[in-house]
């Protein structure tokens, strides 16, 4: 993957605009396209240096269980997802080869920018599914070091599920959906399972659910829809912690419910953890923000870009720093 020469130098938007007829709008159109590709290619090279991150495990787990089973069909199909993997890995390096920062001063860079970013995408996933067809096939057959192979599927899905959320925030269809009817109250209920399965997840903060009579229906991808709102709930639980460890005699509460309003389904969280300032609310839907310490700073903005995607709509408030938050997702309600 290499952009163009750079030596063949493209014109900047103002020559560009001198030389050609061209009215305000398209020329507005044109600052979009470009300023879009750059944001692209800083969300392209976080999730590279994210992506390469949890390769390593992968790898080296890999390699391990290949010489464990040293001879073997098993030993072979490890092999086979080592190469794999670091087909990965080089795809990655290429972009990141590139440096920090390139020209993208015109439409076409701006698209060849993209575009090289969506195909490198598309790649690894394609690479992710191959590794969990070889996956598969090894599952079953005895292992001595089952806990290592169990840390590879969870690598690889992790890796999966970036490369997919990565494609959804450059707005391209990435994935196949299943669309279906889903039921809110049984989706909220399941997310809080989920999330409270694992006793040191949300160890001392108090959950409720309050379910609509309703029963609201969406028409969505249940696996897609369920990873925003875990997402929602993933922040709330961190947020919750976080004011906890400043203010040790606070009781964290998350309340998760769900209703229908003005022909809408609505799904919320709302919890009492760090809130956000007027800052941080304007840019809570920006790529590449976040208050956490680690992350891409991706899950809001693609969340956005989902819910929108079906219809809906996705609202953050708070009445500022240390009063909590509240997470609001609107989508059209679907009959049976």
Not at 263 to 281: C, H, R
């Amino acid at each position: 993957m290499v952009l163009k020469n750079q030596n063949e130098k493209e014109p900047s938007l103002s020559v560009y605009a001198a030389h050609v007829t061209i009215t305000p709008k398209q020329l507005g159109e044109t600052k979009k396209i470009i300023e879009k590709a750059r944001t692209d290619f800083r969300i392209g090279r976080r999730y590279c240096h994210e992506s390469n991150n949890l390769l390593t495990p992968l790898l080296v787990l890999s390699e391990l269980l290949q010489s464990d089973t040293t001879g073997t069909e098993v030993s072979e199909k490890f092999r086979e997802m080592g190469v794999k993997s670091h087909e990965v890995r080089s795809r990655n390096m290429d972009l990141l080869s590139i440096g920090k920062d390139i020209p993208i001063n015109s439409k076409s860079q701006a698209t060849a920018t993209t575009n090289m970013i969506i195909r490198a995408c598309q790649q690894n996933l394609k690479s992710h599914s191959e590794i969990q067809a070889i996956l598969d096939e090894i599952d079953g057959k005895r292992l001595n070091d089952e806990n290592s192979f169990k840390d590879i599927a969870k690598s690889n899905q992790r890796l999966k599920k970036l490369t997919r959320n990565t494609l959804h925030l450059l707005h391209r269809e990435s994935i196949e959906e299943n669309i279906t009817s889903v039921d809110l109250n049984n989706l909220a209920g399941e997310t809080a399972r989920v999330m409270t399965a694992d006793p040191d997840t949300a160890r001392g903060i108090e959950i409720t659910l309050g379910l609509s009579p309703e029963k609201p229906k969406v028409k969505a991808d249940l696996d897609i829809l369920d990873e925003v709102f875990i997402n929602i709930f993933k922040n709330a639980i961190q947020s919750c912690k976080q004011r906890k460890i400043l203010h040790p005699q606070l009781v964290p509460e998350i309340k998760i419910s769900t209703r229908v309003e003005d022909g809408k389904a609505v799904f919320e969280i709302e919890d009492n953890g760090l809130g956000l300032s007027a800052e941080n609310m304007a840019r809570i839907f920006q790529p590449n923000f976040t208050t956490k310490t680690s992350g891409m700073g991706l899950g809001m903005p693609i969340s956005k870009r989902i819910i929108e995607n079906y219809g809906g709509v996705i609202k953050v408030s708070s009445d500022g720093e240390m009063k909590g938050a509240t997470v609001t997702v609107r989508l059209p309600l679907h009959g049976e």
